[in-house]
């Protein structure tokens, strides 16, 4: 076994748990049952500087992101972020550090923007679209909408010029509606555009470990969430929004998913996990240096260490770690692998995989017909843009097609 690494990601969550809001379809907020009688899910110092002199050091690029998240990381207020900045600085090694900081915007002011421009913060906030349609789920703690406090975020960051994209949970609600929520999120200066499709199952009784969301490999009794997102019905929303894209927005307007298959037919990196053909570089590390497979396997089973006794070099090198990311095309189905849009889904994410094929092979991903149906669409579309930059032009002059 290789004692080198390649670049890998770990996604920090120094409030653990913990969240300003109660949206219905959290996949995170039921973490605080992992760590029973604790009181206090702040990153304390120690832990802070361990994690990032680690993750600095051990990273073998020149280039090391920062990624904040949660539960809500703007909990620990201004001076706690400083005080990262700091050990960033204390342990750079010459190395470039950028930061990225997911919100949900409630406590964002002037100051925390004035914070973010100075420093260079790349901020991720959550919005699911209009008022009607972003308030359905995601509600304070008293159960009201948040529509108009992350609004007065998003004018906050546009009037500081703090760069920033969104992340749109894509549910049972909005998945209605994809012409009214992209345009809104263009409306409202989303250069960059992140769809997340919502698929959770909830066991039918309380499991040992007190979870009620289960993993893929979950055998008992449970059932999709209602909120769940209808996989043929992802699959139109996107491709949807993608022909009004394809026709007036390349170049203009970034989307996630669009730049992924992309990417994956220009046999470039998909830049996201999920459409990667393998995993196992993106890291979780929760508050108290608690290290996990994955940010979508944050379960006992799937903890790999702890920062303050084991290196992430070692943690990355486990068996068990290698397997897990090597998995995510090995355990693939045959079916996936005979698949026309293999190439542009590589099965999405495991933690979807809980179905079976027509012949009874388990691992299928819940969101296959939806994939299929948006992949199949833009297959052309792709060959040409990825025609246009092999030849060292436009993608954008896919928009001249008739």
Known sequence: MSNTIPGFNLLAKPTGPLCNLDCSYCYYLEKEKMYPGNQNFMMNDDILEVFIRKYIHEQPGREVTFVW???????????YFKKALKLQKKYGSGKEIHNSF??????????????FKENNFLIGISI?????????????????GTFLKVMAAIDLLKK??????????????????????????????????????IVERLSSECPSNGLSLVLPEYKEEAKLTSWSVPSLKFG???VTIFNEWVKKDVGRYFVQIFDATLANEAGEPAGICVFSKYCGDALAIE????????????YPVYKIGNINTTSLRKMLLQSVQIKFGLDKYNSLPQQCKDCDVLRYCYGECP????????????GLNYLCDGYKHFFRHVKPYMKYMANELRHKRSPANVMNLK
């Open 69 to 79: 998240q949660g539960g809500e990381p703007s909990l620990l207020g201004i001076a």
């Open 102 to 115: 997911q919100t949900n915007g409630l406590l964002l002011t002037d100051d925390w923007c004035i914070f």
């Open 128 to 144: 699911d679209g209009p008022e009607e349609i972003h308030d359905r789920y995601r509600l304070n703690k008293g159960g009201k």
């Open 160 to 197: 500081y010029k703090v760069d920033f994209n969104t992340l749109t949970v894509v549910n049972d609600v909005n998945v209605e509606q994809p012409l009214i929520v992209y345009r809104f999120l263009k409306q409202i200066g989303s250069g960059y555009i992140q769809f997340i499709p």
């Open 236 to 238: 139109r929303f996107l």
């Open 287 to 298: 508050h108290n240096g608690d290290v996990f497979s994955c940010d979508h396997f944050v």
């Open 351 to 362: 933690h979807n995989r809980f179905l079976t094929t027509a012949k009874g092979e388990a």
